[in-house]
């Protein structure tokens, strides 16, 4: 277990606001920082603002026309808002982004190449690094020959996972990788991405919708809701919160559709009180 007194710190968000198209405030304060190490999650229903923390910390709002307009964002203690995605690569940090984008026309293995790219310490290293992520995804050195489009969803998660792992990131930010996938696969997805994190020291910040696997895997949850961060703890912690179990647990754990009435639920109670 992690001990967040003792480990060092490598991304820190401070207190940012993120708009989008010069008006839609969305993110309003949001502060949370993320341990070397761990596995970190960023928890909250459709449009809290997960992804949206997520594209503020790796540069990725310009082209959706967003903008962090206060606050601070900081990689091993610098400060990373002004720096391309491709820079903040070089310095460790990669996202996979929400939907698993492949290219579809190129096989599995090309795929995995492609996170290589900036690269410059030669075949051998890039080879062997092909051969750890084959070692953590049996299943894509079993289709590495397949073209990417023609996988199955799970698949191609893994596959995006794999190319961020092709690049030696010390750190992946990932946006929810149970999207679309049943519930076997996502838990086989969170063990790869435990496995990954214990045995290669990758930290993690995760954006997940589905509370439950998150805060299994997880060392650290942040709760977004409407743009803010309403709740932090260790995972162990939030997982017997009462609050937790009652609004993000779905206590007759029937999957996003009973998440979905309890957050209406909520939203009647709190419109009520
Ligand atoms: N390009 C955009 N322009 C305007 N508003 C946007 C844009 N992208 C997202 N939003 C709004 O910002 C809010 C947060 O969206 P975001 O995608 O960050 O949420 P999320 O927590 O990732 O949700 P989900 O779990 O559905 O992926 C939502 O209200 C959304 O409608
Ligand atoms: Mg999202």
Redesign the pocket.
């Known amino acids: 277990m992690l001990d967040a007194g003792k480990t060092e710190t490598l991304l820190e968000v401070n207190n940012i606001e993120v708009i ?2 010069h008006v ?1 405030l ?1 993110l309003k304060g949001v502060s949370l920082s993320v341990p070397k190490g761990g596995i970190t999650a960023l928890l ?10 997520l594209k503020a910390i790796s540069n990725l709002l310009h082209s ?3 903008e962090v307009t206060k606050g601070r964002i900081t990689y091993r203690g610098e400060r990373v808002q002004d720096l391309s995605p491709a820079d903040l690569v070089a310095k460790g940090v990669i996202q996979v982004m ?1 939907g698993r984008h492949c290219f579809g026309h190129l096989t599995v293995e090309e795929n995995l190449l492609t996170g290589a790219y900036i690269r410059k310490d030669g075949r051998a290293a890039i080879a062997r690094d092909l051969d750890m992520v084959y070692s953590h995804f049996p299943r894509l050195k079993e289709r590495r020959k397949s073209q990417a489009g023609y996988t199955s969803g799970g698949e191609q998660q893994m596959v995006a996972i794999g190319r961020a792992l092709m690049s030696r990131p010390e750190t992946i930010l990932l946006d ?1 990788p149970s999207m679309g996938l049943a519930p076997q696969l996502v838990e086989q997805i969170f063990q790869i991405v435990k496995a990954v994190n214990e045995t290669e020291g990758v930290t993690f910040l995760l ?1 997940e ?1 589905n509370t439950n696997v998150a805060l299994r895997y997880a060392h650290y949850g942040y709760i ?1 809701e409407s ?1 803010r961060v309403v709740m932090d703890g260790p995972a162990a912690e939030l997982r017997e919160n009462p609050d937790v179990k009652e609004f993000y647990l779905g206590v007759s754990d029937q999957g996003r559709n009973s998440f979905r009435n309890v957050r209406s639920y909520r939203r009647r109670k709190r419109w009520l009180s």
Do not use: D, F, S
């Open positions: 989008y198209n839609i969305v909250g229903g459709n449009g809290a603002g997960k992804t949206t923390t959706e026309r967003g929400e929810e954006a919708q977004l743009g």
